[in-house]
């Protein structure tokens, strides 16, 4: 059973950066798409960024392009999403995600089987 466990997150003040890490298990002899998203309160859950283990092609929200990273360690099963420049509108529960098909495009949650348990971003302006 493939587990996704998210760490980081918490409070900071606008305009400054966090990194949130997310490490897998089991399915030792699979890799998978990683994808991170994020919901605010009474919102749908949205993209952030995904990146593919093989080749680490990354893709952005548009609302994240140049403020955020995307990274993926292989040899230690994480990924990271770093984030500078943070807004109020980032304030958000973030998850991780594996992808899993491929019948849906990389920003669409329902592609992703496997979630981390999420974690609480929250921007103070």
């Known amino acids: 059973q493939v587990q996704l466990v998210q760490s980081g997150g918490g409070l900071v003040q606008a305009g400054d950066s966090l990194t949130l890490s997310c490490v897998t298990s089991?399915?030792?002899?699979?890799?998978?798409?990683m994808g991170w998203f994020r919901q605010a309160p009474g919102k749908e859950r949205e993209f952030v960024a995904a990146i593919t283990w093989r080749v680490g092609t990354t893709n952005y929200a548009e609302s994240m392009k140049g403020r955020s990273t995307i990274s993926i360690d292989n040899a230690k099963n994480m990924v990271y999403l770093q984030m500078n420049s943070l807004k109020s509108e980032d304030t958000a529960v973030y998850y991780c995600?594996?992808?899993?098909?491929?019948?849906?495009?990389?920003?669409?949650?329902?592609?992703?089987?496997?979630w981390g348990q999420g974690t609480q971003v929250t921007v103070s302006s």
């Open positions: 089991g399915g030792t002899f699979m890799r998978y798409d």
């Open positions: 995600a594996a992808r899993t098909s491929y019948s849906f495009s990389y920003d669409d949650p329902k592609g992703y089987y496997y």
